[in-house]
């Protein structure tokens, strides 16, 4: 019987505790250091990197930075979704967090992008940090938290 009475309580106590502990089932939001673009023409909106009217060569687009000498190339994917009205997505994860990069669509074509962060700390997760905004080429703001965004050539 003594061995039940402590079990129990072994039990009791372990449910006690985990129930105290209101992170523990939580699923956390992690940090967002992605953007997602559709590069466009500024003249009629038809898609430049994928499609019929393609000009840039989606194995050749970079998205890098500088840190002093040293070149940070950051990972992106190419999502090409016809019958969902996109011809075209570049899912870029901009890793280690820039202020500024580039995006080289080709030889000739460059373009600048300024990132602002919005930083949270929570109670459970730790801090959470998102890109909250670009700026492309120093001119035009593209919300960063808004789903797929268009640059305009």
């Known amino acids: 019987m ?12 372990g449910l006690l505790f985990n129930s105290c502990n209101s ?26 990197v994928f499609g019929p009217n393609k ?30 009205g996109y011809d075209s997505i570049l899912y870029v994860h901009f890793f280690p967090q820039p202020d500024i990069a580039y995006m080289r669509l080709n030889n000739i074509d460059v373009d600048t992008i300024n990132f602002s962060y919005d930083s949270y700390k929570t109670k459970c997760c730790g801090t959470i940090t998102e890109i909250i905004n670009f700026r492309f080429n120093n001119a035009v703001n593209i919300p960063g938290n808004q789903g797929t965004q268009a640059i305009r050539k």
């Open 55 to 84: 000009i840039y060569d989606k194995n050749e687009i970079k998205f890098y930075s500088l840190n002093g000498t040293d070149t940070v190339f950051f990972d992106y994917e190419p999502a090409n979704f016809p019958g969902a």
């Open 23 to 48: 992170c523990k089932w939580l699923d956390c939001v992690t940090s967002n250091y992605s953007g997602q673009f559709r590069v466009i023409s500024g003249a009629d909106g038809k898609d430049l």
């Open 2 to 13: 003594k061995r039940l009475f402590l079990f129990a309580s072994i039990i009791f106590i």
